[in-house]
């Protein structure tokens, strides 16, 4: 690694931290953009350049965008380190003779550990799936869309067997859509849309109507159901196998039982902010009833409640990719003025085509919210589900902590130490928040998210303990 200073760090290296690492660089920001995979591209445009499906028309349109940009940062100028792990942002502290703001980022790269000192830190690290936690969801054949989708995207493959998709939003039916175009076959989609989620999000339908959604929404979503059984209005759902999935019994409606023999069982239910490491940074979060999940608190240009961080992105709440892009450039506009390269003005001015591009992109959310809110039986789940893997305990678990006092995910973790595996929250936060809240009959705004504290990423003990103590060793550390 190297001890030379940045003026800003960018973590994270889908559209709106490439978004945001060009425009800021190109400006005369010294940037680096950091990423824990091997090629630039976040979640959604995962693999753009190494990717071996090289049809086009299976990935769409949307996916081939992210190569567009590429360009721009590759001229930007702008350093570019993937497979960095960022598992710690201090701070603000003094530094140096001018007074100067810093803050310190603890990285990991080549199984080398390192303080990086930067002006700005602007975080751009995206969603992950909410979890779904259902009976039976550890068992080997069932696992996340996004997952899957991953899967397709690096290796270009496709789950062979007896194939259902089961849950709701948006990504389900693209990924159905690709599987289709990618030539698998898909036994059922187990659709769990509570039916009245449609009456809420009808004084929403105007917005939605005008938005770049509906007409690649419609189009796919009838392709999808002329070639592939959907289920619709799932109420009840679990994944049964010895040693391995071999069915899902479901129920729709009111109605009895159904079983449906599968191999691979792909859940999703929406995805949320990653907010681990905004978290552990000290940044506010708030809770978002409509989209169901907590958010950092920022203000209309990414800014967080810790000076010196911004964020931009579905890490700030979910608005998709084109969104996150133009958020990306309107942060990185900001830093801009921040750090003094442009004033109050020029940044207005500069910010005015990416405000309307991204309130463009942003039409018609608050239907898709709506619409697509996972019904409360699938996020506050029955006792016998296990909620946090990474510990093996169970809904009912955490009911009976409340019931003994436990009154937030905080306490819960001296309870049944929810949230203190490997995944540090990621996988069982939101349903930990919303297990309590119910059991308490509260909001989870009341209830509260996990404290976090760096590292907020696995690093192994030899990392920490050879970890350059000055700028001196910092600068002696190979960069590459």
């Known amino acids: 690694m190297s001890g030379h200073d940045f003026d800003l760090a960018v973590i ?4 709106a931290g490439l978004a945001a690492a060009a425009l800021a660089a190109s400006r005369g920001l010294s940037t680096v953009l950091l990423d824990e995979q091997p090629e630039a591209g976040g979640q959604i445009y995962r693999a753009i350049t190494e990717t071996p499906v090289r049809d086009r028309h299976v990935l769409g349109p949307d996916y081939w965008h992210g190569a567009e940009l590429l360009g721009p940062l590759r001229d930007s100028g702008a350093a570019h380190w993937p497979g960095t792990t960022v598992w710690s942002v201090a701070r603000p502290r003094e530094d140096g003779a001018d007074g100067g703001r810093t803050l310190q980022i603890g990285l990991s ?21 909410r979890p779904f936690p259902i009976p039976g969801w550890t068992l080997p054949g069932v ?13 270009g493959l496709v789950p062979s067997g ?8 948006p ?5 159905a859509w690709q599987y289709l175009r990618a030539g698998a076959a898909l036994d059922a989609i187990l659709d769990t849309t509570p039916r009245g989620n449609w009456r809420a999000a009808l004084p929403l339908l105007p917005a939605f109507l005008r938005s770049p959604y509906l007409g690649k929404g419609a189009k796919l979503l009838l392709e999808v159901r002329r070639k592939v059984k959907v289920i619709d209005g799932v109420t009840d759902l679990r994944a049964e196998g010895e040693g391995k999935l071999s069915a899902i019994v479901y129920r729709q409606g009111d109605g009895a039982e159904q079983r449906l023999a599968a191999d691979t069982l792909l859940l999703h239910q929406g995805v949320v902010p990653n907010l681990n490491l905004a978290n552990a940074t000290g940044c506010a979060q708030n809770w978002d009833e409509t989209q169901r999940c907590w958010r950092p608190t ?13 964020l931009a992105g579905d890490g700030a709440g979910i608005g998709g990719a084109l969104a996150a892009e133009h958020a990306g450039r309107v942060a990185a506009l900001d830093v801009l003025h921040r750090l003094g390269r442009i004033d109050r003005a020029e940044r207005d001015r500069a910010a005015v085509p990416h405000r309307e591009a991204l309130e463009r992109a942003l039409r018609g959310r608050a239907f898709l919210d709506t619409l697509y809110r996972p019904a ?14 990474c510990e093996e305990v169970t809904a009912g678990a955490v009911r009976e902590a409340v019931r003994l006092g436990c009154s937030g995910p905080n306490q819960a973790k001296s309870f049944l130490r929810c949230g203190m595996g490997p995944c540090q929250g990621r996988l069982c936060g939101p349903t930990v928040t919303e297990v309590i809240a119910a059991e308490r009959g509260v909001s989870p705004a009341e209830v509260g998210y996990y404290r976090l504290r760096p590292p907020v990423k696995p690093i192994t003990l030899a990392e920490l303990a050879a ?7 910092i600068a002696a550390v190979d960069k590459h």
């Not at 409360?376 to 893997?389: G, L, M, N, Q, S």
């Open 298 to 310: 920022t203000d209309d240009w990414g800014a967080t409640s810790v000076e010196g961080v911004s």
């Open 109 to 129: 790269r080549n199984g080398t550990a390192a303080m990086l000192t930067v002006r700005h830190v602007l975080m751009a690290t995206g969603a992950l799936e």
């Open 376 to 389: 409360d039986i699938f996020r506050a789940p029955a006792d016998d589900t296990i909620v946090c893997r």
């Open 143 to 155: 696992l996340g869309a996004g997952a899957a989708q991953i899967l397709l995207k690096s290796s």
């Open 467 to 473: 970890l350059p103590k000055s700028a001196a060793d």
């Open 162 to 169: 007896r194939t259902v998709l089961a849950g709701t939003g």
């Open 12 to 15: 994270g290296s889908g559209p």
């Open 171 to 175: 990504l389900l039916w693209l990924l």
